[in-house]
Every structure is written in C-alpha cells, then in structure tokens.
C-alpha cells in the first residue's frame, strides 16, 4: 500500500496539479493539507473520476484536511471529540486539523499540527496545547482499537538539526524551538517512529520551502512533513521518499508530497 501526505496549500488553487500527480502516481491513499476550502465547496469530481473516495473536512479560507481513498474508509471521524471529552478539546475542533478512517488493517491519521507563529507567542502556546492533546487522542486510539497506526501530514516541526538546511538559531526560531520539538518527542514516545528515516539518514532532504529567497532553488528547505508509524507497519515500510517534482511547477505550493509505502 502506498500513502502519501501533502501539503497543497489551497486544493481549487492546485487542484489541477494534484490530479496530474496522482495521474502519474496513483497512491492507495492520498492526505491533504490546507484545502482552504468548505466541503460543499470542494472540486470532488476530478478525483472521483481518478477512482477515489473523498473524506473532507473543510474550513473557509484557512486549513482543512481531507483523505482520499482507492477503496471506501471505514469508521470516519474528524477532529479529537469523538474520542476526547469535551473539557479536554475545549475549542480545538473549531480548526479543522484532524481527519481519520481505516483502510485494511490501518488506520489512517492525516494532521495538520498549527504552525504556532512565533515562539512565545498565543498562537505558540496554541501549538503546544494541541499537541499535548493529540498525544492523548493518539494514545486513546491505541489503547482501544486493535489497528496499526499511519499518521502522516504536515507537523509544521523538525525534529532534527539535521531536518533543516542551517539549524543555526534554532532554539528561537518557530518550528524547531526546544519546547516543540519535546512536544512532538512526547507524541512519539507512544510507540510511533519516523518512516523516512528508515530508509534516509543524511541531511539535505525537505519537504517545505519558503517561497522567499528563493529558497527552493538553493535547496533551503525544512522536513516538516512526517510518516509515523507504529512498530508493526514500521518493520512492514519499503520505502519513505519525498517527491520534489510539484515544488518546480508553476505556482506550486510550498510544501511537496510524501510517499510511504509498506508491504
């Protein structure tokens, strides 16, 4: 099975080339980022047309998540309330991050982590609540349902110095400050590891470049963009690889796909 993850930054905006990728990469699975975009609203018919089922949760002008699917999910719920009491989401629903349904034997957990802003800052602190909070909705999953565990989607975090072209500042900079990268470290310690590195160890990899500077070009990226998986299906990866093609395009998004695949 082959899933990817990818950050689009707009679906009616690249909508056209996500169906000429999956054209010529036709994943089982295919997770999305930032549609920016109510359900109602959504372009379904191009992918439909590809053999994909749709699962979206949509938010107006900002974030969203959205699966598709070559065979039909099972058990959909978006958001952390259908596991998680109410006291403990409080608003955190009211952002569309969070989309989840099983394929086989797998359940897939496509996340868009906030970007937090600037360290210190609301948005900052928002970051680290909804982590804390994703590490027990993920916990929650685990401890109840008898399924491994694919969660993919953009972080907004690298983990490593090495997941960043110069790390140098780091410790101030939003996205691989200390307090979440432990935030994310914590998430991770409840069984789940990080597929790419399986398969890539070395520095110069990203999945996300900054449209300024031209940072693409100058290969100036962040890896923010994660399959984590459970001990089970990470013995079953293959391969983890990151595929550049749609950041060379005209007007691409910022952030490029992330192809897992496992036996």
Same mark, same amino acid.
């Given at each position: 099975?082959?899933?990817?993850?990818?950050?689009?930054?707009?679906?009616?905006?690249?909508?056209?080339?996500?169906?000429?990728?999956?054209?010529?990469?036709?994943?089982?699975?295919?997770?999305?980022?930032?549609?920016?975009?109510?359900?109602?609203?959504?372009?379904?018919?191009?992918?439909?047309?590809?053999?994909?089922?749709?699962?979206?949760?949509?938010?107006?002008?900002?974030?969203?998540?959205?699966?598709?699917?070559?065979?039909?999910?099972?058990?959909?719920?978006?958001?952390?309330?259908?596991?998680?009491?109410?006291?403990?989401?409080?608003?955190?629903?009211?952002? @569309?991050?969070?989309?989840?349904?099983?394929?086989?034997?797998?359940?897939?957990?496509?996340?868009?982590?906030?970007?937090?802003?600037?360290?210190?800052?609301?948005?900052?602190?928002?970051?680290?609540?909804?982590? @804390?909070?994703?590490?027990?909705?993920?916990?929650?999953?685990? =401890? @109840?349902?008898?399924?491994?565990?694919?969660?993919?989607?953009?972080?907004?975090?690298?983990?490593? =110095?090495?997941?960043?072209?110069?790390?140098?500042?780091?410790?101030?900079?939003?996205?691989?400050?200390?307090?979440?990268?432990?935030?994310?470290?914590?998430?991770?310690?409840?069984?789940?590891? =990080?597929?790419?590195?399986?398969?890539?160890?070395?520095?110069?990899?990203?999945?996300?470049?900054?449209?300024?500077?031209?940072?693409?070009?100058?290969?100036?990226?962040?890896?923010?963009?994660?399959?984590?998986?459970?001990?089970?299906?990470?013995?079953?990866?293959?391969?983890?690889?990151?595929?550049?093609?749609?950041?060379?395009?005209? @007007?691409?998004?910022?952030?490029?796909?992330?192809?897992?695949?496992?036996?």
């Amino acid at each position: 099975m082959k899933v990817a993850t990818w950050n689009v930054n707009s679906i009616r905006t690249r909508q056209d080339q996500v169906v000429e990728w999956l054209q010529n990469n036709p994943v089982d699975v295919l997770c999305l980022q930032e549609t920016k975009v109510m359900e109602v609203q959504f372009p379904r018919s191009p992918f439909e047309e590809l053999g994909y089922h749709l699962y979206i949760s949509g938010q107006k002008s900002y974030n969203g998540v959205a699966i598709f699917s070559r065979t039909p999910l099972e058990q959909v719920s978006t958001g952390f309330s259908p596991l998680l009491d109410a006291e403990t989401v409080g608003e955190l629903d009211e952002q @569309k991050r969070v989309i989840t349904g099983i394929v086989g034997d797998v359940r897939i957990v496509n996340l868009y982590v906030p970007n937090g802003s600037a360290v210190g800052s609301e948005k900052y602190d928002y970051k680290l609540l909804w982590l @804390k909070v994703l590490r027990e909705y993920l916990q929650t999953l685990l =401890d @109840k349902q008898p399924y491994e565990l694919c969660i993919c989607g953009d972080f907004n975090i690298a983990l490593e =110095d090495r997941d960043i072209h110069n790390p140098k500042g780091k410790e101030k900079h939003i996205m691989a400050s200390p307090v979440e990268r432990q935030a994310l470290q914590s998430v991770l310690e409840i069984g789940l590891a =990080d597929a790419f590195r399986k398969f890539t160890t070395e520095t110069g990899h990203y999945s996300w470049w900054d449209y300024r500077t031209n940072a693409f070009s100058r290969n100036m990226g962040w890896r923010i963009d994660h399959h984590y998986l459970t001990p089970k299906l990470y013995e079953q990866a293959s391969s983890c690889r990151i595929d550049i093609a749609p950041r060379k395009l005209p @007007k691409p998004s910022d952030h490029t796909p992330v192809i897992v695949e496992w036996i």
